[in-house]
Structure formats: C-alpha cells, structure tokens
C-alpha cells in the first residue's frame, strides 16, 4: 500500500493563476479531507468528502474547490491564487468503522503564491 | 463545536530531562485524542491515539499521554527526552461523528538544548 499520495510537493504560482493538487488514496478509505497548515499554525480544514460524490465545506473553504468522483482521489482545486493561500497542503483519508478513527496522512504540498 | 487548546507554544527542555505538553479538549461525546510529531518540513506522524479503555496510552518513540476525562486533558510525557526529539507536536481530538473530522491545536514547539 501507498497509503495518501500528494502531487506536486511543490509549486510556485503567480497571482492569478489556478491549479490542482491531487490527492490519492489506496486503501479505500470512505472520508477524505484537506487541510492547510500556515506557518506556526496547526492545522486548518479546507473541504471533506464522506464517499464518491459527497463533498462538505470545513472550515476555511473561500478560494478552493473539490470533487470526489471516485473512492481513490479527492483534487483540490485553486481558482485565482492569492498570496492568502501560500500554504502547507496536507491530505488525509480514514475509515468509515467505528473505533478506527485514525487519519492517515500524505506528505504534503508546498505551494507559494507570488 | 469541537476545539483544542495548546497552552504552551513553545517549550524548551535539556536533554535527558522530562517532558510534559499540555492539551485540553472540548468535544460533545466520546473524544477520539491523537498526538502527532512534525518535523521541520515533514508531515504529521501519529505518535498515539485514545479511543477507549485504559487511560494511560503507550506511543512510538518512548512516549506516552494520560486520558482525564474530569479535566478534559490530554498531556503528552515521556521520561527522557533525546535531542531527535525536537519537533513541533500537535493534539488533535475526534470521534464517529461529525464525519469523523478533527480539529488540531495550534502546536507546541519542543527544542532540546544539549
């Protein structure tokens, strides 16, 4: 198992531009989520998803958009980068039994918005 | 509305001592707690987690946290503390609801002097 991969690992945008940030997971987890870290800060969620076709905002969802059309992958989108959104990109996936609430994490994305 | 607090933001102790980071939790029903370690340009990883049963929880690296449901704590200690140990280290608390999300304190920064 590769458990949550995270493309790119960095990525250095001009103001303005959009991109995605993919995100994968190979243990066919049902909950999906994104999180931003900022500098000094703990971690902040972005969007989550509990199941292909089901996504929910979290906490800071301004400037992004998801989708999760399979189980796998859950992108994050960025339309019109702003300075605001340079950042630390983490992914995480868990399981839907009970008792098992333990978040697995991807290696992150660094993204910088210049 | 779930939350964390992490008192301390930044605690420094000399190698070979102990070491104590503080958590609080707010959560309406039975709280999920997990303690993650990041180092500097890492990602999370889960160093312990409660579900349930006995209160006092073993980790990876020597570590361990007490569960006190009466004082809403989750206090990370481990006996010895090794230089490799500095790191950034963050409470988090979830559960079955909520779509399984968790909510992350904002970090205690841990530096060993030598």
């Known amino acids: 198992n590769a458990g949550v991969t995270q493309t790119p690992k960095f990525r250095i945008l001009k103001i303005g531009q959009s991109m995605t940030l993919q995100c994968t997971q190979d243990?066919?987890?049902?909950?999906m989520y994104w999180y931003r870290q900022d500098p000094g800060m703990g971690l902040k969620l972005i969007y989550y998803?509990?199941?292909?076709?089901?996504?929910d905002k979290g906490e800071v969802p301004n400037g992004y958009n998801v989708s999760r059309s399979t189980t796998e992958d859950f992108p994050l989108r960025l339309e019109l980068a702003a300075p605001s959104q340079t950042s630390v990109y983490f992914c995480?996936?868990?399981?839907?039994?009970?008792?098992?609430?333990?978040?697995?994490f991807g290696p992150g994305t660094r993204l910088t918005v210049l | 509305a779930q939350s964390v607090t992490q008192p301390d933001i930044h605690i420094t102790v000399s190698e070979g001592a102990s070491l104590e980071l503080r958590c609080n939790y707010s959560?309406?029903?039975?709280?999920?707690l997990f303690w993650y370690v990041q180092s500097p340009g890492q990602g999370l990883q889960l160093l312990l987690k409660?579900?349930?049963?006995?209160?006092l929880v073993q980790g990876i690296k020597g570590f361990e946290a007490e569960f006190k449901r009466s004082q809403s704590s989750f206090n990370l200690r481990k006996p010895s503390v090794h230089w490799s140990d500095a790191a950034e280290y963050f409470c988090?608390?979830?559960?079955?609801?909520?779509?399984?999300?968790?909510?992350f304190g904002d970090g205690t920064t841990l530096t060993v002097k030598p």
């Open positions: 995480a996936s868990r399981g839907l039994a009970v008792g098992t609430d333990t978040q697995y």
């Open positions: 243990m066919n987890h049902n909950y």
């Open positions: 998803s509990v199941g292909a076709g089901i996504t």
């Open positions: 959560y309406g029903a039975t709280p999920y």
């Open positions: 409660y579900f349930s049963g006995d209160t």
């Open positions: 988090a608390v979830g559960g079955d609801t909520n779509a399984g999300k968790s909510t």
